[in-house]
């Protein structure tokens, strides 16, 4: 299960509060969420402080999220790990 949590910041930042595990499904709500802040040419933040686990798949598309207007922070190093791996694939 994920929760996100929307906080709007200065400007046209909206940072994205990651809580849970990252699955298939809940990619696929943070993708839409992640999608309906892009067209208001808003920045993204994805705050994966609260990740607690995702998988090689779901990391893969995870790092094809990132973009000039979306970026990830506060990873654990276990999510860094993950994420650092299947970027160098790419």
């Known amino acids: 299960m994920l929760r996100i949590t929307e906080n709007f910041e200065s400007g046209k ?7 849970g595990t990252i699955s298939r499904t809940s990619f696929a709500e943070l993708k839409e969420t992640c999608a309906s802040h892009q067209t ?7 705050d994966m402080a609260g990740v607690v686990f995702m998988n090689n798949e779901v990391a893969t598309q995870v790092v094809s999220l990132r973009s000039e207007r979306l970026r990830i922070i506060n990873c654990s ?3 860094e790990t993950l994420l650092n791996s299947v970027q160098q694939v790419q």
Do not use: A, K, M, N
């Open 13 to 19: 930042t909206v940072r994205l509060r990651l809580d």
């Open 40 to 46: 208001s040419h808003e920045q993204i933040v994805l």
């Open 77 to 79: 190093p276990f999510i």
